[in-house]
Structures are given as structure tokens and as C-alpha cells.
């Protein structure tokens, strides 16, 4: 068993990337192979290795290629699932480095294509492809450009566990042989298969021929850089994640603080509509009771009036005896000066009798 191991960040940028034929041409292999294009010429844009990686949000050693034609590959080993979403980070690299371009002065149709490349050893989607790229589409697949070429935007995932490490060397296509000793070079020799593939396979005996330029201290080296990479990652992430959850904390208190306001102004509200209820009880009593003074008012009319009318007839009625009796006296009194005429007494005598003009007496009798 030797120290070699390609799925390590830095052994990956240093034996694809590093500034040497060897590496050259088994990165031109590699992109050859999962690109599914032939690839002539290719320049490591960002060779050096990193050298600072404490303050980094989310540690990466990406190879940045050029290709003859401008095409620019952005080229990343993703060993595991991070807390720090690997959904949102690819695409936000993929329209990063399309943005990267300088296009002052230029038409948009010189825009070069750009493809963000990036090998899983986790699953990711729910399909058997162990390559999928991704592109502009609409809902139902519907094309965003009209012709392929002119997508110049595209995201090529490599699932490395969808391969079937079992199956038979002789079946395996180029894709899978180099993704099997990806996973296994580390044995070397050992492994039958790997053997197998250094002794037959072209393209498999370019990344053996690189790996074996480097010495088991590089090695170890590497590895532990490695292991100081991810254990940084690891801290960011817990520290990203304890920010986050304190983020949510002072989300949760705010609401929180929100909702005593809240039940505070509710509190205040129905306070207000026990006092507003409270006043119009006070005002319906007193408007009974003004209606009661009214009823007692109307009552008391009612009586007076009761006693008026009661008056009135009374009153009506003494008028009445009264008439009666001025009648019955007038009666007597026409009687006794019909009387007093027969008697042979004068009109002016009667009056004078009487204490009445002669007109009064003269009316009596009619």
C-alpha cells in the first residue's frame, strides 16, 4: 500500500495542476475523458497551491484550465456533504466564473464558454448517471438557446460512487476506469485491477506515471495538509452553523419580543374596549334611567291631566247645576212676572221690582 490517494484536495491540484508535462498531460486526459471532447492544449490558470486557507469561508483547491479556444473549466474534488449547501455553492461558482469574463468593449456573442466540473464521492441525484450536466432550460426541458453550441454556461457533475467497482475491468468505459482508480490507486500494484489498467490502459498508465513522481514524504505531506484543510472546513462550518443558529436565536427572541408587543397591545386594546364597554353601560343606564324619569314625567302628565279632565268635569258640571238652576230660577221668574202682568203691574213697576231693565225682562220672556 503506498500514501497516494487522488480523492485528497491537494493531491488532486498538485497532480493535475502542478506546472510539468506530467501533469499536463494527464489533466488533458482527464478532461478528455469527462468532458467527452478532445482536449489539445490546456493552461492551468491557478497553478500554486494555497498557502493561507485559515480565513477561507469554504476551503477549495478548484484548478482553473484555459483551453486552446478560450473555453475556461473550473475543476473541483467535493469528498463529502457539507453543511455549507453544495446545491447553492456550484451554481453561485458556475455564474462567477462566467461573469469573470472581460466583456468591456465586446459583443455578448464573444462571451467563451465556461463549464464548472466537479467530482462527488457522494450521491447527489436520483438518476444512475454517473455524469450530468446542466444548462439553461425551461419547465418541460425546453431549450433556453436554439442550438447546443450556444449554451455557453454549463454545470458537469462526476458521481464517483454510482460506480460499480465489481464490475469486470473489460466492460468498464473510459469514465469508470479512471473513477475506479481515482478510489483505489492507493493499493497500487496490489489491486488487480489497477494492474491490470497500468499495464493496458494508456490513459491510466499517464496518472500512474504522475502519481509515481511523487515521493511518499510529498505524500504524507499532502495528506496532512489535507486533514489541517478539512479540519479548518470543519471549524468554519461549526462556527457558520453555531452563527447561524444564533442568527435564529435572536430571530426567535425578536418574534418573540414581537409577540409581547403584540399580546401587550392586545391586552392594551381590550383594556380599552372593557372601559369604552363600560362606558356605554354607564350611558345605557343613564338613558334608562332618563327614560324612566321620562315614563315617571309622562306618568305624573298623565295624572295631571287625568285630574284636569276630572276638574273639568266637575267644573262642567257645577256649570251645569248652575245653568239648571238659573234655568229653574229664570223659570220662576218668567212665572212670577207673567204673574205680576195678569195682575194688571206694569213693565217699568217689575223693573223696578226686579232690579231689571225692561230689556232683561222683555228677553226672560220670550
Same mark, same amino acid.
Given at each position: ?250 430571530? %426567535?427572541?425578536?418574534?418573540?419580543? +414581537? !409577540? $409581547? ?5 392586545? =391586552? *392594551?386594546? /381590550? #383594556? @380599552?374596549? &372593557? ?11 343613564? %338613558?334608562?334611567?332618563?327614560?324612566? +324619569? !321620562? $315614563? ?5 302628565? =298623565? *295624572?295631571? /291631566? #287625568? @285630574?284636569? &279632565? ?27 212676572? *207673567? ?28
Amino acid at each position: 500500500m503506498r500514501s497516494a490517494n487522488l480523492l485528497n484536495d491537494f493531491a488532486f491540484k498538485y497532480v493535475f495542476g502542478e506546472d510539468c508535462k506530467e501533469a499536463n498531460d494527464a489533466l488533458k486526459s482527464l478532461l478528455t475523458v469527462f468532458l467527452e471532447r478532445k482536449v489539445n492544449k490546456v493552461v492551468v490558470k491557478n497553478s500554486e497551491m494555497v498557502k493561507d486557507y485559515s480565513k477561507m469561508k469554504s476551503p477549495r483547491l478548484d484548478l482553473l484550465v484555459e483551453f486552446d479556444d478560450q473555453t475556461m473549466v473550473d475543476l473541483e474534488m467535493q469528498l463529502r456533504q457539507t453543511k455549507d449547501n453544495l446545491m447553492n455553492r456550484f451554481p453561485y461558482y458556475s455564474a462567477r466564473l462566467h461573469g469573470s469574463q472581460d466583456m468591456e468593449g465586446k459583443s455578448y456573442s464573444q462571451l467563451k464558454e465556461t463549464i464548472v466540473m466537479i467530482f462527488f464521492n457522494v450521491n447527489i441525484f436520483e438518476n444512475d448517471n454517473i455524469c450530468n450536466t446542466f444548462r439553461y432550460k425551461c419547465d418541460g426541458d425546453l431549450p433556453f438557446v436554439k442550438e447546443e453550441k450556444e449554451d455557453r454556461m454549463k454545470l458537469r457533475t462526476i458521481e464517483m460512487p454510482k460506480v460499480d467497482l465489481n464490475k469486470p475491468l473489460e466492460v468498464m468505459n473510459e469514465q469508470e476506469k479512471m473513477i475506479y482508480y481515482f478510489l483505489n490507486c492507493h493499493k497500487g500494484m496490489e489491486d488487480s485491477k489497477i494492474k491490470m489498467m497500468i499495464e493496458s490502459d494508456e490513459v491510466i498508465q499517464m496518472l500512474e506515471k504522475r502519481v509515481e513522481t511523487i515521493s511518499d514524504d510529498r505524500w504524507k505531506k499532502i495528506i496532512e495538509d489535507f486533514q489541517k484543510l478539512h479540519e479548518n472546513e470543519e471549524r468554519i462550518e461549526l462556527q457558520l452553523e453555531l452563527e447561524e443558529l444564533q442568527k435564529a436565536k435572536e430571530k %426567535v427572541r425578536k418574534a418573540q419580543e +414581537d !409577540v $409581547r408587543k403584540a399580546e401587550e397591545d392586545v =391586552r *392594551k386594546e /381590550q #383594556e @380599552d374596549v &372593557r372601559k369604552e364597554q363600560e362606558d356605554v353601560r354607564k350611558e345605557q343606564e343613564d %338613558v334608562r334611567k332618563e327614560q324612566e +324619569d !321620562v $315614563r315617571k314625567a309622562q306618568e305624573d302628565v =298623565r *295624572k295631571a /291631566q #287625568e @285630574d284636569v &279632565r276630572k276638574q273639568v268635569e266637575e267644573a262642567d258640571k257645577k256649570v251645569e247645576d248652575a245653568n239648571r238652576q238659573i234655568e229653574q230660577m229664570n223659570q220662576v221668574m218668567k212665572q212670577g212676572i *207673567k204673574a205680576m202682568l195678569a195682575n194688571g203691574m206694569s213693565l217699568e213697576l217689575i223693573s223696578k221690582s226686579l232690579s231689571k231693565s225692561e230689556d232683561e225682562i222683555m228677553e226672560l220672556l220670550k
